[in-house]
């Protein structure tokens, strides 16, 4: 494609959008995918979570493997339910030393996640609140570790399509972050000292493709 082909195609684009009637909040409340029941999909969903470590940063790492479904009532979200599973022997983080020390394999074992033992974490929603168009408060039941404690989730809904271009079927696109204390659930290496915060920020990044 030449210049003046892409020129007369932006010029085409922005005539368009500049024609387009201004879109209201009001309307802004509708969400074009329909209700149904949809699958996360792992290749576009991330879980990531950070520590204080010493006070002088947050150490980051992520778990690679996740699965979950979304009931979603398109009129009344609200009405919608997610149940999420994860298994924490996925756990990554980028200790540069594999050669000398596997990280991963230490944060899974009986120190810190005890995966052999609790081999899966799950997070099942309890009550959803729309606090906007696009936002919400997500409260549920986090299971991990042997032990039930209830999480709020602090959810944006990033975009929904009525038809998901490439996969054909409705999507539902989100963002979501929540707090936790992992003495709360008995991860309690390093406390009360301060070398490992207990405070633990998760940050999700979740898409979810309506089933065919």
Request: hydrophobic fraction near 45%; avoid cysteine.
């Amino acid at each position: 494609m030449t210049f003046r082909t892409l020129t007369a195609v932006a010029l085409a684009m922005g005539m368009t959008l500049a024609a387009a009637p201004a879109v209201h909040a009001a309307d802004a409340t509708a969400i074009a995918a329909p209700s149904g029941v949809y699958d996360l999909d792992p290749t576009h969903t991330s879980v990531t979570w950070k520590v204080s470590h010493f006070g002088l940063s947050n150490y980051t790492a992520r778990f690679a493997r996740t699965e979950g479904s979304l009931t979603f009532d398109a009129a009344k979200p609200e009405n919608s339910k997610v149940v999420v599973t994860i298994d924490p022997a996925s756990v990554r983080t980028d200790y540069p030393y594999k050669d000398k020390k596997d990280f991963d394999a230490e944060l899974a074992g009986d120190k810190f996640f005890n995966a052999a033992a609790f081999p899966k974490i799950s997070f099942t929603s309890t009550k959803i609140e729309r606090t906007s168009a696009t936002t919400g408060r997500i409260t549920g039941t986090l299971e991990f570790m042997g032990k039930s404690q209830p999480l709020v989730l602090e959810a944006v809904l990033n975009g929904a399509l009525a038809q998901h271009p490439m996969r054909k079927v409705g999507a539902l696109g989100f963002s979501a972050t929540t707090q936790l204390k992992r003495s709360d659930f008995g991860v309690a290496a390093f406390l009360p000292a301060a070398v490992v915060g207990d405070t633990v920020t998760v940050m999700i990044e979740a898409e979810f493709l309506q089933q065919n």
